[in-house]
């Protein structure tokens, strides 16, 4: 029987991660975060065959977030099965979860730390994760449902930093058969079957009812979503930083379009607003031609420049800036967050942290 290769769904895993990693230099070392689950199970004994191969060397992390009975145990199982899946070398990282923005957030961010710290400690030059395409379904169906922009709806990326996913474009069924192929029984966390997780309601009852109704291959038109927002989110944050760049007034008290606007305040209001560390000055004239989703990332790209967090700042906080430019009446200062205000003067916007001082 020339040609008996491996089951279907391990060679598609072995694929998938050699794609993954076809530009690593031999010598390198990948790493894979491994849970002991289907997807990173699956994922962790492919690495170990490919890297063989391909000439990397190859290890595994798994976290121990001490927040179930046995998870220490669980860990040194999973590290006691690495060498034989060509994975050395092995370490379980024991974390402590904090308590900051729920506790499937606390865990994620304590595993990243780790997982970094890691990473670095061991000079890796890639750490592997095991999200699949029902992963990224999930992820782009909670987005959906909160309303966000095609940045979120693009999902979670293939390679972000040292971290890279190979299995976005595979189902989670590939992965379960894969280990099935290989005889590797994968841990089933119980987590991922308690309904008082909104991602464990969306994989159990959400998609399977959208399937019901819509027909199958909703989480592959999800995934699909995903990458074409990620191609236009791309686009557009492109054309923005050169809009930004474009539109950033270096000194603003030699700008010559300064006193353009008629009803700003007089020239001595501007050292009041700031021109301070971090402000950012944006001419208002280029910013108004824009299109408005290359215009509004600007302003966000602006105010996080001044110090807004990210995290903190909302679309409606962006859209309240905008007004500045496409509905001006001579409004006051527009708060964002981080203690940032925008204001417009002399046809610019300032973005600063020092209160403004009253126009008269
Ligand atoms: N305890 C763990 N130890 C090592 N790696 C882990 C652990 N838990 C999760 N991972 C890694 O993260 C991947 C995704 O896991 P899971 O879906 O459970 O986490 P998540 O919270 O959705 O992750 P993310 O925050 O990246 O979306 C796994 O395939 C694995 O690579």
Do not use: K
Request: glycine share 12%; hydrophobic share 45%; proline share 6%.
């Amino acid at each position: 029987m020339a040609g008996m290769g491996p089951p279907p769904a391990v060679a598609d895993v072995r694929r998938a991660v050699r794609l993954a990693l076809d530009d690593l230099a031999p010598g390198s070392l990948v790493l894979v975060a491994c849970s002991g689950g289907a997807d990173s199970l699956a994922l962790a004994a492919a690495t170990g065959f490919v890297a063989s191969r391909a000439g990397l060397d190859a290890g595994l992390l798994t976290v121990d977030h001490g927040l179930q009975e046995g998870s220490d145990e669980r860990a040194a199982e999973v590290v006691r099965l690495a060498p034989a899946l060509g994975l050395v070398p092995a370490e379980a990282l024991r974390v402590r979860v904090g308590g900051g923005g729920g506790p499937e957030a606390a865990a994620r961010d304590a595993r990243y730390a780790a997982l970094s710290e890691a990473a670095g400690r061991l000079g890796a030059a890639a750490v592997l994760l095991g999200h699949t395409r029902d992963d990224q379904a999930e992820t782009v169906l909670l987005r959906l449902a909160r309303g966000s922009g095609t940045r979120s709806l693009a999902g979670m990326p293939a390679r972000a930093g040292l971290y890279r996913r190979p299995l976005l474009g595979l189902g989670r069924r590939t992965t379960v058969a894969a280990c099935e192929g290989l005889g590797l029984s994968p841990w089933d966390d119980p987590h991922n079957l308690d309904p008082r997780y909104t991602r464990v309601r969306v994989r159990e009852r959400l998609l399977p009812a959208l399937e019901e109704e819509l027909g199958p291959g909703v989480a592959e038109a999800l995934a699909r979503t995903a990458d074409l927002c990620r191609d236009d989110a791309d686009a557009l944050d492109g054309w923005a930083d050169a809009a930004y760049a474009e539109a950033v007034v270096r000194d603003p008290a030699h700008d010559p379009d300064r006193d353009s606007d008629r009803d700003s305040a007089g020239d001595s209001a501007l050292s009041d607003i700031g021109g301070g560390a971090g402000a950012v000055t944006l001419a208002v004239q280029g910013l108004a031609e824009l299109p408005r989703a290359v215009r509004l990332r600007v302003l966000r790209r602006a105010a996080i420049a001044a110090g807004a967090p990210p995290g903190a700042l909302s679309a409606a906080h962006v859209l309240q800036a905008d007004r500045l430019v496409t509905g001006w009446r001579g409004q006051r200062r527009v708060e964002v967050p981080g203690g940032v205000g925008v204001v417009r003067r002399y046809g610019t916007l300032v973005f600063a942290r020092q209160p403004a001082s009253p126009v008269s």
